[in-house]
Each structure stands twice: as structure tokens, then as C-alpha cells.
């Protein structure tokens, strides 16, 4: 049987104003990704399902973040705001080419699911014309009340224009529909606008359906999953739950954390087998873990791939571009970046390694420093298998460190080291023979008060 094609269309125009930022309320992260993401990768994909965003005025960074996530997306600029359903139909040109089922979701809605989106769906196959997602509020204050006969939704009623009895009704309204795809337009295009603010209210679909003859249902979800962002605070919450996600999930997958509500994840972080996380870690966007990696208290890792039976930290801040071989080792107060480890590589403690390539089982010192950057432009070092730098060396790139080469302690290297060879940069050592008692002599003379 072939699969129902399907058109979701995502509201995303809004301002944001409450945020209190210059940033579009879309592209503010939960998780390590924009709200934005998080409801695309909820939206269908693979044959037969497209996707429309519906973007404000001069908001191009929407519309690049879209297409980042789902190059599939195209995007439909609303330019006046006029209600739900007017933003709904800025993507008519995409309504108009068809499609089985019509998805209307919010870009500011992180918490949805890709599965409570497919159930949704799932009426539309069985005859219904229009499906809301409705949830049991724990105060539902301000909230359309989802009003049902019979097992079918008749209206919306705005908590304004609700009776007393109206307003004691818990199921809400979440605002995320689903319609036949057949009948979409011509519902959409029945809606008006003879309100009080003169806006065309994607909820007057459901009176329509009915006053038409079709019929209208209800989807119940979490409060949880269906929270709307306009808030810094609103914004926190949702972190929150998405964060709780995210710890289950991964002890669920074998991941031990004995103190999971210190470690922050990523919508994106994945785990293998084996896999240990200390508290008060911070994992962004991009990394991976593989088998047997311990990571130890207060290491902060963005976009890294860790190998199997790998060590980090306490205190080690793994930047973009960092990828450890199996067994490698990263010490307290060693910061990488662009830099890759090979297996059994061991930074102990207290080193930059930037732009750098190092081979299997080097050892880098304590206080080592790649001198990666000379104001304009970076460049990168190469340390060779087995090579042993020595404590407090700056390893001036571009440069070459060969295989089993030995750099000293104190060393400010400029040049190629090769293979196997011992190289030393210090300045030559004077001892100055009862220095240090004629300097305190000197020194303590200074402060002696005058008579």
C-alpha cells in the first residue's frame, strides 16, 4: 500500500518580543538546538512528505536554519500578522500542490514528538477531516477549552469566551492540527475574520467542519510536550524537561550517571556501550562517546568524538573539531581544539593542543602550549607516534614533531624536529655565587625606616 503523502507546515514568524532579545524566538537553543530543529526532525521525512516554514519579515537566518536542519524545507514569508490561519495560508502556493494529510505545527513547541505527530495523523486515514492535539492542563487558564459530544470535537472555546462550566473543562487546546489534506484549502479558505481584533483564527476550523458535516477530533498528549516558548523563564522550563528526556534515555541505554541531574546533554549526544559521566559535566552539540569512556567531573565538550575506553578530565574542555583515539587520556585543565589524538595518546594536565595532529601513545608534559596562532592565521602542528614532550615546551606552528622525537622541559621550539631526535631550546644557565643573600641584604636594607 502506498504511504499517505503529507505537506507540514510550520509556523515560525514570531517575534519573540517577551524574550527580550534580538534574536528570532525560533532560533534559541534547548538542548544544543534551535526550538526550530527540534520540531522539524518531529515533522515527517522520506517519500512523500514535504515541508513548509512559515518565516517573518527579514528573518533570513530562519529560513537558513530550516533549510540546515531539512534541506527539503521551503519557506513562505508571512508579512502581515494576521492570525493563525492567515500564516497558515502565506504557504498556499505549497497547500495548493496537495497532499494527503496537512500538518499545522509551531516552531516554538521543542517538546513534540515525532511519534504524538504520527498519531495525529493516524484519524485522518480513518475518515475524520480535521484532528487537534488536545491536553489535560494543570491550570487551564487562558487556554482554548477542546469541547467534546459524543467522542467528537464540536468547538474551541477561548477561555474569554467560555461559560463557567465551559471553563471547569481541563482539556485544552495545544493549537498543533491535522487536516485531510483534500479538504484543507477549503476549510482554511471558510475561515473570516469577524472577531474582535479583525484576525483569522485557525481554530474556527472546527465549527466549519462541523457546520459542514465532517468531523473533527481530538489527539491527547502531555502538558509537558506541547509547552509554547515566549519567555526566558518559559525557555528554562523547557530545558528542563527536555534535559530529564535526555538523562533517561541515556541511563535506559546503559549510560552510568551517578548524579544525573549535574550532567547537561544535547539533543544530539551519543553513547556506546559501557560509558561513564561524572557529575557537573556540560555535553553540547555533536559529540559522540564510544565504549568504556569515563568522563570525569566538570569537563565542558562540544563537537568531539571520544574513542572507547578513552579518559577526560576532571576539568578538561574538549572544543570543536577534537577527536580521541581509543585509550587516549585528557588530563585536568587541558583544553583542545581542531586536534586529533591518536590511541593511547596521553595530555595529562594543564596543556593547549590546537591545530594539531598527534600520533599513537605521544605523550604531551604539563604546561605544554601549541603556539597554533600568530594573529592572522592558523597553523597547525604534527607530533609523531611515541613522541615525548617535555614539561612547559611551546611548540611554535607550523612545525613538525617526529616520530619517537624527545623535546626537553622548557622548551620553545620553531623548527622540524626529525625522527627519534633530541631537541633543547633553553637559554644558558648562569649561577651567580652568593647572590640570593647579597639581594635579601639589598632588598631588606631598603625597607629599614630612616632615623
Known sequence: MTARSSLTIVLAAGEGTRMQSSLPKVLHPVAGQSLLAHVLGAAPKGAGATLAVVIGPDH???????????????????RERLGTAHAVLAAREALARGADDL??????????????????????????????????????????????????????????????????????????????????????????NANSKGEYYLVDAVAISRD?????????????????????????????????????????????????????????????????????????????????????SFSHIVQSSIGKNTSVGPFARLRPGTSLGD???????????AATLEAGVKVNHLSYIGDTHVGAKANIGAGTVTCNYDGFSK???????????????SLVAPVKIGAGAY?????????????????????????????????????????????
Open 60 to 78: 533570513e537566518a530562519v529560513a537558513d536554519e530550516a533549510r540546515r536542519v531539512r534541506p527539503d524545507a521551503a519557506t513562505f514569508v508571512q
Open 379 to 393: 597553523h597547525k602542528t604534527e607530533i609523531g607516534e611515541g613522541a615525548f614532550i617535555g614539561t612547559n615546551s
Open 327 to 337: 585509550g587516549a587520556k585528557i588530563g585536568n585543565f587541558v583544553e583542545t581544539k
Open 407 to 451: 623535546i626537553g622541559s622548557g622548551s620553545v621550539i620553531t623548527k622540524d624536529v626529525p625522527d627519534d631526535a633530541m631537541a633543547v631550546e633553553r637559554s644558558p644557565q648562569t649561577n651567580r655565587e652568593g647572590g640570593a643573600r647579597r639581594y635579601r641584604e639589598l632588598k631588606t636594607k631598603a625597607k629599614t625606616p630612616k632615623a
Open 212 to 296: 459542514m458535516g465532517l468531523e473533527a477530533v481530538v489527539i491527547e498528549t502531555s502538558e509537558d510536550e506541547v509547552r509554547g516558548i515566549n519567555t526566558k523563564g518559559q525557555l528554562a522550563e523547557a530545558e528542563q524537561v527536555m534535559q530529564a528526556r535526555l538523562r533517561k534515555a541515556a541511563l535506559e541505554a546503559g549510560v552510568t550517571m551517578n548524579a544525573p541531574d549535574t550532567v547537561y546533554l544535547a539533543a544530539d549526544t551519543r553513547f556506546g556501550k559501557d560509558v561513564t559521566i561524572e557529575p557537573f559535566v556540560v555535553i553540547g552539540p555533536g559529540v559522540s562517546i564510544a565504549d568504556g569512556a569515563v568522563i570525569h
Open 103 to 192: 500538518l499545522v505545527v509551531f516552531g516554538d513547541t521543542p517538546l513534540i514528538s515525532a511519534e504524538t505527530v504520527s498519531r495525529l495523523r493516524a484519524p485522518l486515514k480513518n475518515g475524520a477531516a480535521l484532528a487537534v492535539l488536545g491536553f489535560q492542563a494543570a491550570d487551564p487558564a487562558g487556554y482554548g477549552r477542546l469541547l467534546v459530544e459524543d467522542g467528537r470535537l464540536v468547538a474551541i472555546r477561548e477561555h474569554a469566551d467560555a461559560t463557567p462550566a465551559e471553563r471547569a473543562i481541563t482539556l485544552c487546546n495545544a493549537g498543533v492540527m491535522a487536516f485531510d489534506g483534500r479538504r484543507a484549502l477549503q476549510l482554511l479558505d471558510r475561515i473570516g
